[in-house]
């Protein structure tokens, strides 16, 4: 299995440690605890749910029959995705058949979601990625900016903004890292016994990865998720020349200031202030695809594609194309006999299809949140105590919205499932304190990008801690970047809710 498929096709979660001995019953001891565990979190999501719709059926409270069943299974969805080691993609998929099988959303509504221009445009996405790795031009890229360095501060900058433009060449946060590893690995045979800086690397890379996400559209699932789910609400919904305005300076800043926590904290002065000598020779002798010379063909052709299709999308208001069809057009180029370097069977492979099924069914959730009023009920619950603050309402509820979005990987996993969770509330709650729905989603969805506490936060950061014969990083050393990088994210994000994207055209307060 290449590293690509295994990144974009994760194993079931709770899975037993690899050449474990079974015992002789059969059940271990673990196993019972687990079972239990989770038979007491199903129980106690039951009771949960069964007392939030008992309150909401009292005269009055404006919750519609259906509401009440698409928050007791959206309440459930969430106890299941937190308390649980079932398959994420499995929960959203059961919870959207539970809402058709209660007749509260209808067969259409389900299925059309997979026909989403959302879905399209990742999947078309995926196919060039594939193109775009195999041609070898990613790891060309990569050397010839790395190569240049000549500090440890200068390799950390430039690899940070190698990083940040695989955002466009990349779909997903996992699929950025599979193939920013053998990147790395090359680097740390070029780097020799400078374990301090290999260490450094190794955190940097995926936590670049994962606060550089906001640079693009296509730089999350979540991103699709909110644009979805604000459309359906409000009418409104992100392109990707928007969001390219609004993300990349933040996406830019994070990963630059990221680089220099990071180095300040895992290596030494002394380690900051020796100079380096890496050539792109030096990389290529760990790359299976050339790194020096002149571009091969392969690597032209991919180059050419990828610019257009990243300027088509930026400029569909001058020539009215779809980005998903435009994303189409540029797969079935990267797949064609004569012009592309992949073919479309082998492009379709690397394409995450669990992820496309979740983030189908998860905007089902989100929708039907929304359709039946649930969001805005669930929403009207918090609302009073918010206006009690007078003019204060606004600014403080834009911090709870950064704060919650930030910290929200701690409890849910999945960056698609936090933005399926929380978009839905906060553009029900943003209205009526004065903000702007618009700006408000966009402020959460960049907060969520954070989730760099545990290896199991995000798959990056599990696949970087984990890379085989290279001593990379442990937990303690995650809870102490993230002490720092935390907080430093949340001012970020709330300095340019308040002050840069006001001034880029997304103001907080219409």
């Not at 290529?284 to 052709?301: F, I």
Request: glycine share 8%.
């Amino acid at each position: 299995m290449s590293v690509i498929e295994h990144i974009t096709t994760p194993p079931p979660r709770g899975t037993g440690t690899p050449g474990a001995a079974p015992s002789s019953t059969g059940v271990t001891g673990g196993s019972v605890r687990q079972t239990v565990v989770r038979a007491v979190a199903a129980l106690v999501g039951l009771l949960i749910a069964a007392g939030v719709i008992m309150a909401a059926q009292q005269p009055g409270t404006g919750l519609s029959p259906q509401g009440a069943v698409t928050l007791m299974v959206f309440i459930l969805a969430v106890w299941f995705w937190i308390f649980t080691a079932i398959d994420d993609t499995y929960i959203a998929l059961g919870a959207a058949t539970v809402l058709v099988l209660t007749g509260t959303m209808d067969t259409a509504s389900l299925f059309s979601t997979l026909g989403e221009e959302t879905i399209w445009l990742l999947l078309a996405a995926f196919v060039i990625a594939a193109g775009v790795r195999a041609s070898g031009l990613a790891n060309r890229g990569a050397a010839f900016i790395i190569a240049g360095a000549t500090t440890p501060r200068q390799l950390a900058h430039l690899a940070t903004l190698a990083l940040v433009v695989t955002t466009f060449a990349v779909p997903s946060t996992s699929g950025r890292a599979a193939l920013a590893l053998p990147v790395f690995l090359a680097l740390r045979h070029a780097l020799g016994e400078r374990k301090a800086l290999i260490k450094a690397l190794a955190i940097l890379f995926p936590s670049v990865i994962l606060l550089s996400a906001v640079g693009s559209f296509l730089g999350a699932g979540a991103h699709l998720i909110t644009s979805q789910i604000l459309e359906t609400a409000t009418g409104e919904s992100f392109d990707f020349a928007t969001w390219l305005l609004l993300g990349l300076p933040l996406a830019l800043v994070a990963s630059h200031v990221c680089a220099e926590i990071v180095l300040r904290m895992f290596t030494s002065a002394a380690d900051r202030t020796e100079r380096l000598g890496i050539s792109a020779r030096d990389l290529e002798r760990h790359s299976a695809t050339p790194v020096t010379g002149p571009l091969t063909v392969a690597e032209s052709r991919a180059a050419l594609l990828l610019g257009a299709v990243v300027v088509l999308w930026c400029t569909e208001p001058l020539h009215g194309l779809d980005p998903a069809l435009v994303a189409l057009i540029g797969a079935l180029i990267a797949a064609s006999p004569s012009y592309g370097s992949v073919e479309l069977a082998k492009g379709l492979k690397s394409v995450p299809w669990s992820l496309l099924l979740f983030m189908a069914a998860t905007l089902a959730l989100g929708n039907a949140l929304v359709s039946t009023g649930a969001a805005e009920w669930l929403a009207g619950g918090v609302l009073e105590p918010i206006r009690s603050l007078g003019a204060a309402a606004a600014p403080l509820f834009v911090v709870l919205v950064v704060l919650l979005s930030t910290f929200a990987h701690l409890v849910i996993q999945s960056r698609s499932a936090r933005s399926a969770v929380l978009i839905p509330i906060v553009i029900a709650l943003s209205p009526a304190v004065g903000v702007d729905p618009m700006a408000a989603a966009f402020a959460s969805t960049a907060a969520a990008g954070f989730c760099h506490t545990l290896t199991s936060s995000a798959k990056p950061v599990a696949m970087f801690a984990a890379v085989d014969d290279v001593e990379t990083y442990a937990a303690r050393d995650l809870l102490r970047l993230s002490s720092l990088l935390a907080p430093v994210n949340v001012v970020l994000v709330l300095l340019f809710s308040f002050l840069v994207w006001p001034l880029l055209g997304l103001p907080l307060f219409p």
